[in-house]
Structure formats: C-alpha cells, structure tokens
C-alpha cells in the first residue's frame, strides 16, 4: 500500500531549524548545545513515527517538484529508506552529547561552525535516506560532502587541510565524473530517475543493452566513493585529521553510510536484482569488493595509530554491505543491509572510545596504551565489546550479520565468498584483540595491583555515550528479528 503524505519531510525540516537555530545563538554555547541535543532527538521521533506504516507493508511517497518528465524532488519511505533514516538519527543523539564533552574539554576553536556543518551533514544524510529517486538522491549527497569538508578541516593546520582537500576532491571529483554521467545514463536509457517499488525488477527494461547496462553500472560504482571501494578509499584515512567526533560522523553515521546506502540503494531499486543476476553484474560486485574486504583488513593489520587501524577497518567493513545486497538472494541482502545497523552501532562506539582515551590520557597509538584498561574500564570495556562485534563474535550484533552473509553465500553455492567471510573474520581479530590484550593484559603485573584511584576516564558526556552504544550492539546480536523483519519487506 502506498501512502502520499509530506511525512518524508518532517526530518530533513526538523535538521534544517536545528541547523539554523544552531547559527543564531551561536555566540551561547549552552542554548547552541540544547538546540543540537533537542534538534537530534526530535529528528529521530520523525523518523520513528513513519516506522507503522512500512512495518506493515506500506510505503509513504512525496513529490515536492517536477522538473520534466521522469524527474522529481520526490521523496520515498520504505524499509530500506528507514534502515539508513533510523542509524543517521539515532546515532546523532549520541553524537550531540559526545560532542559537548569532546569540544568543551579540548576547547576546540569555531564551535559554532563546527555544530552547524554536523547538523548540515546530518540532514544530507536523513536526504539521501528519503530521496524517492536518483535526482534527489544526488542533490543531497552533495549536500554531505559540502558540509563535512569544513569539518574535516576543522583544525586548520597544514595536516587539516592536506586531508579536507583530498577529501573534497576524491568525493565531488568522482560524483561529478562518474556519478552524475551515470545519473544522465539512466535517464537516456529509461526515461525516468525514479526508484522503482519491486527490487526484482528495477526500472531498466529487460532486454537493454547489456553493454550500457554495464557501463552504468560500473560509473555508479565509482561516482558513490564515499563507500570508500578500493581502489577509491584512500580520503578515508587522510580524513581521520579530523576530530574523533567528525570521524565518528565519517565512519558511522552519515557519510560513508551514505556512500553504501545509495549504491544499495540503486543496485536495487535502479536496477534490479533481476537485471543484475541476468548480466552476472551481482557476482562481479562480490568478487570486486572481496578485495576491498581482505585487503582493507591486512592494511589495519599494519597501524599502529589507533584512528588509522579504524579507519582501514571501515574501508573493510564497509564492503560488507555492497557484497550481501551483490549476493542478490534474501539471506545475503538481509546480512549486507542489517550491517548498516551493526557496523553504525559498533563503529562509533570505537571511534568514541578512540576520542576518550586522547582526551583524558593524550594517547593515539596503540603501542603507548598498556595497561590503560585499568584507567579506562568503562572506555576499553566497550572498546572490547564493539570489537567483539566487528569480528563477528556471538553473541554481539556482528555476529548477525556473518551468519546472514554467510547463509547467503552458501544459498548459491559460492565456496570463494565462503572463504572470504571465514578469512576476513580471522583478519579482523587479528587487529582487533591485540588492543584489548594491550589494554588490558599488558602494563599491569602482580605487583602492581589494580586500585579505583587509577581510573582516569574522560568526562561523563564522551563515557556514557560510548557505554550505551556498546551496550546496544550486545542487545542487537540477542534482538535482531525487528531489523531482519522490517527488511524483509523488501521482498
């Protein structure tokens, strides 16, 4: 059932105030804090309110314009629209309040600035979440990469903007040069931009070119670098010059999601898992982003610094995605679109964890960090939770996601994909549990027993934060059945 209401909007218009409002009490840090905590929570309550109506089985549309013929502003809710919708909000929450311990304590400069642009990228994120087809999609998907480059920048030193400028130019470079000629592709070859409401068929007509097909294809693989494929990946890691909380914002909330949401998102509603399995486009993207998988891992095996090893885990992580939705059977999409959730949830508890420990010890390498389990509990304890997560260890939420994708590969037979998830999963212990050995198993003998007096954690507002997002990613890997259900209506 297809429901029109402007719904869609009531997120993209309640970012845009808090944005707003955030600018014109800038110079009152208290009222400019309030405005990005409520403006968060109140986002997510829009997001949340459109959640009955897909449960059931509908879907809720909008146009806003018309443009000409096959292009709109429209705007779309489904249960992929509410996968990425959902993490993008929520997780701003925590976000908004890790954000006030993190700047106030490290008196960071241009704060207003800073709580504007990510309040800015987050409404590019709830956009592109929403976008009812390719036009809209790609105008808030600029809009991301608009607003994150001053925060990557956000230090204004030499290394700041070294990295914002390799940022800018790997990600508006590849949307204007592959992207968007994608973009106009599909328009010459199917006479509209819009999403197509079965994923089976898409909205390429069957007996296009195969060539063209291709061809389009392979220019929206590369224009969406934000989901940082390699050999595409490397703003990546230069962007980590940024503050924890903006490589939080990269990594788990709004921009690389984004970049792995719109290729699933036209890998299924531009072109169809039919068209896909025809042209064996589905098995090639698997096999491509396998590389990305494996290669991503064994480079983080070689980090050192702490934000570099999570950066290189991402570029990992993240092909995790585009190889279930690639696997084009129920099992595989359900394990590739349900780690958005997993990966959202265990990443920025990493990437908090990575903040907390630099601002109450200074600390960025993980060789200088023994024994500061016993400083940090509550920080590293999470730290180890959310790695257990990333590795795929029962009982956490990345667990869900391995037996999916696993499930998947083994539904059609691929003993290569098999490999690669049993592989990858030995790569991301590998450099995950030397942290929390370090942590915890080095520095600290039997004569120096623990005592509470050595707790130093950062403030409360960068703590609690991580703790409950650490917390949630257990609660996950017990209770995935509302994510797997929800996506099962897809099909």
Not at 53 to 61: A, R
Not at 68 to 82: E, M, Q, T
Not at 152 to 159: N, S
Not at 220 to 245: C, D, E, Q, R, Y
Request: charged share 10%; proline share 4%.
């Amino acid at each position: 059932m297809v429901t029109q209401s402007a719904l869609p909007l009531l997120p993209i218009g309640i970012v845009f105030i808090t944005a707003i409002l955030i600018m014109v009490n800038r110079s009152n840090p208290n009222i400019r804090e309030f405005w990005s905590v409520l403006g968060s929570m109140l986002t997510f309550g829009s997001v949340a309110f459109m959640v009955p109506t897909v449960w059931h089985g509908g879907t809720i549309t909008y146009t806003l314009s018309t443009i000409a013929p096959g292009i709109s502003l429209n705007f779309r809710v489904d249960a992929l629209s509410l996968i990425f919708g959902f993490i993008s909000s929520f997780l701003w929450i925590f976000a908004s309040f890790y954000n006030i311990g993190y700047m106030r304590t490290l008196k960071e400069h241009a704060q207003s600035r800073y709580y504007t642009c990510f309040a800015a990228a987050i409404l590019g994120a709830q956009g592109v979440s929403f976008s009812g087809g390719l036009f809209t999609l790609y105008l808030f998907y600029e809009v991301i990469s608009i607003f994150t480059y001053p925060l990557v920048g956000h230090h204004q030193d030499e290394e700041g903007y070294a990295g914002a400028k390799k940022y800018i130019v790997y990600l508006v470079g590849t949307s204007k040069g592959f992207l968007l000629p994608a973009v106009i592709l599909t328009y010459v070859m199917t006479g509209t931009l819009d999403f197509a409401d079965n994923i089976q068929t898409g909205i390429f007509p069957r007996g296009s070119s195969n060539l063209w097909v291709s061809i389009t294809y392979a220019l929206f693989i590369a224009g969406f670098a934000k989901a940082a494929i390699m050999p595409l990946h490397n703003w990546l890691p230069s962007a980590m010059v940024a503050p924890t909380p903006v490589s939080a914002l990269l990594h788990a909330v709004a921009v690389v999601k984004a970049g792995v949401f719109s290729i699933s998102r036209v890998m299924l509603s531009t072109f169809g898992t039919g068209i896909l399995q025809d042209s064996g486009l589905g098995l090639v993207t698997a096999y491509f982003v396998s590389f990305t998988i494996l290669v991503g891992s064994i480079v983080a095996l070689t980090k050192d610094d702490l934000k570099a090893r999570l950066a290189y885990s991402t570029v990992s992580q993240l092909s995790y995605i585009i190889l279930g939705v690639a696997l084009l059977d129920n099992s595989g999409i359900v394990g590739g679109l349900i780690h958005i959730i997993n990966h959202g949830f265990s990443k920025i508890t990493l990437f908090f964890c990575a903040g907390a420990i630099f601002v109450a010890h200074n600390k960025r390498k993980i060789s200088d960090m023994k024994g500061i389990g016993y400083a940090m509990p509550f920080t590293m304890g999470a730290f180890a939770l959310a790695s257990l997560s990333m590795i795929g260890v029962p009982p956490v939420a990345g667990f869900v996601t391995k037996w999916y994708l696993l499930n998947g590969a083994l539904e059609i037979n691929n003993i290569i994909i098999v490999s690669v998830l049993m592989l990858s999963s030995l790569l991301n212990a590998g450099y995950f549990v030397p942290i929390t050995i370090t942590a915890f198993f080095q520095g600290k003998g039997s004569k120096e027993p623990w005592s509470p007096r050595d707790i130093k954690e950062a403030p409360p507002t960068m703590v609690v934060p991580l703790v409950i997002t650490a917390l949630i990613s257990l609660f996950l890997g017990f209770y995935p059945d509302f994510f797997v259900r929800l996506i099962g209506n897809l099909f």
